[in-house]
């Protein structure tokens, strides 16, 4: 049975870090959600050791910075791991063949700034190209937009990789489409999509190995990704129920309207669940 929380102070001394995720938790990807800024300062003056967890497409240091410039001292977060820190360092280590990459990204330069020290090629156009790097879709993407795209991938069999594996993320106006949207779409088609990130094991076991405990505790929006996976890691998890799915459970009963959300997907309970992190 999930345990509902007022507060995380109620259990962060049981874990010896705490990981967050981004969006939906920590902020909207404008501004950061009303407490949440003062209760990570609070759990750092207490001793809680605190890292994020992003299925963002974009490297660690961005995403650090994009943090602290939203108001989060920097020196909250112990670590920062993405999914597209993980992509990153498995072509730099050579655990990818394909060197020449057509990129999908949200604003054009970020795959540019993210390539940086590593030996590919980013190419114009799909011909040239050896695979598809998908990191971010422009503002106001539809699925149908990248239709002609993910056919012609599939004529030669491209492999697609997607380092943000989330279908939906919350924004500031509600939910937008994210980059696991056009990823599924690709495998659904029949071609071939590698995801990096949640609920993906590797990323949890790297941010382990990083943090130096396996006694954690996962905070998310998202079941499939932040719960699912924080649990076949081993971890224990906070559901944040004001994220993703702030709609569901806006006036509805919350032990019903969980257990619904979970017996549709299969997903697992979390452990815990809260209204937003305070």
């Known amino acids: 049975m999930t345990r509902q929380l007022d507060t995380i102070n109620e259990i962060a ?18 501004q950061p959600y009303g407490a949440a800024i ?5 759990l750092k003056a207490g001793g809680s050791r605190l890292a994020v967890l992003s299925n963002s497409g974009k490297r660690a240091a961005p995403n650090a910075y994009r943090i602290a410039a939203m108001g989060f001292q920097s020196d909250l977060l112990e670590h920062v791991m993405t ?8 072509i730099h280590d050579q655990r990818i063949p394909e060197k020449r990459f057509y990129a999908i990204e ?31 879709l422009p503002d106001g993407s539809n699925l149908s937009d990248w239709t002609e795209v993910l056919k012609g991938a599939l ?41 990096y990130g ?36 081993g971890w224990d998890t906070l559901f944040v129920r004001g994220g993703l799915y702030a709609d569901d459970f806006a006036q509805a009963e919350i032990d019903e309207t969980l257990a619904r959300l979970c017996t549709a997907k299969s997903y697992v309970a979390p452990t815990y669940s809260i209204e937003v992190l305070k």
Request: with cysteine; hydrophobic share 40%.
């Open 38 to 42: 003062d209760i990570l300062s609070e």
């Open 155 to 195: 004529k030669t069999q491209m492999t697609l990789y997607c380092s943000n594996p989330d279908r939906q993320s919350p924004r500031a106006g509600g939910l937008v489409i994210s980059p696991g949207a056009l990823g599924f779409a690709y495998r659904d088609i029949g071609g071939k999509t590698v995801f």
């Open 198 to 233: 949640k609920p993906h094991e590797p990323i949890f076991r790297s941010l382990e190995k990083a943090l130096g405990t396996q006694k954690l505790l996962m905070v998310g929006d998202s079941l499939e990704h932040d719960i699912s996976g924080g649990h076949a890691a």
């Open 13 to 30: 001394s049981n874990y010896d870090a705490i990981v967050l995720d981004q969006w939906g938790v920590l902020h909207d990807g404008t």
């Open 106 to 136: 949200c604003v054009k330069g970020d795959a540019l700034v993210w390539a940086r020290g590593l030996d590919i090629e980013l190419t114009q156009s799909l011909q040239d190209a050896d695979a598809i790097l998908l990191m971010g």
């Open 83 to 90: 999914s597209g820190e993980a992509l990153w360092a498995d």
